[in-house]
């Protein structure tokens, strides 16, 4: 029997055309052009539901709560979802709802590089290995999974790399979880992560700041002063921050706001290792947290999620330093 998928559209750019004068922008066709598109009819029984349509850097993280809430509320009467959203903030909106939502039957992000004006078009072709995905049961209890480029990434360690190729997405620390082939789906492998954030609230008041050499801590007050409940710092390697910032990070610990290290490198871990003034274990001793190896959009969202859930900082601490996913 065909399976029932649902696919949720939220905009980007494969639902968008090149408009003279306007350059690329949203196309309100992407919807009714789903309901009749005939390679899907033969793999899958289909319905679509407009989300949205907008560019993904519009998405903020109360419309990826009411994302995950809609996914929740419909996946019910469906084998799995599909959701077709812009590149740009895909990672995060992904991964949010891995956090958040409850559901362990498949949920498929997908999207496309090139805008249905465009010469080799990859959404079509993106769409149906999405829904293939979403309709195989193996890709059950996988966490959300992105299907891109014919391969299958887990959302919690996919990163658009480049900004204009078809191949962008892929996890570079830990590798892609499987590919989809003409014949039929493979997976190689399955994430050991499988962190859920139950909660119906989030704090959207979390700031990320990128460490660079010679800064200041001009950034970090201007976190405290619009009142911030938490900062990530993108650290140099294992964790790592000028001294010039040293200040200002204990003037947050001092006002209960919590930081957290992860890494600006590509991959890899931080690690309370280095005690001079401002390494990562100097500055572990004073109170702040290491976050492991996700990436810095990613614990922001995670943090938006945390404090949803326990409004107060010292349970925030608490899970994040008892939690086996750092
Ligand atoms: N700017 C677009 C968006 O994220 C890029 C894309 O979809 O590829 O909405």
Known sequence: MKKKILIITTGGTIA???????????NDEFTEHLRSFPQLEKIATIDVHEFS?????FIDPPMMLKLAQTIDDKIENYDGIVVTHGTDT?????????LISKTQKPVVFTAAMRSGSELGLDGPRNIVGAVRVAGCSRSSRRGVLVVMNDEIDSARDVVKTDSSKTDTFASPSLGLLGIVDPDKIIYYRKSEYHEKIITDKIESNIDLIKCCSGMDGRFIEASLEHKAKAIVIEAFGRGNVPKTIIPAIEKALLQNVLIVLVSRTYTGRVLPEYGYPGGGLFLHKKGVLLGGDLKGPKM???LMALFGKYKHVDDVKNYLLNSKDN
């Open 300 to 302: 922001r969202i995670r």
């Open 90 to 98: 895909l990672e995060e909106s992904a991964y949010f709802v891995d």
């Open 16 to 26: 968008m055309k090149h408009n003279s004068p306007f350059g690329v922008i949203p």
């Open 53 to 57: 349509n907008i560019p993904s850097p």
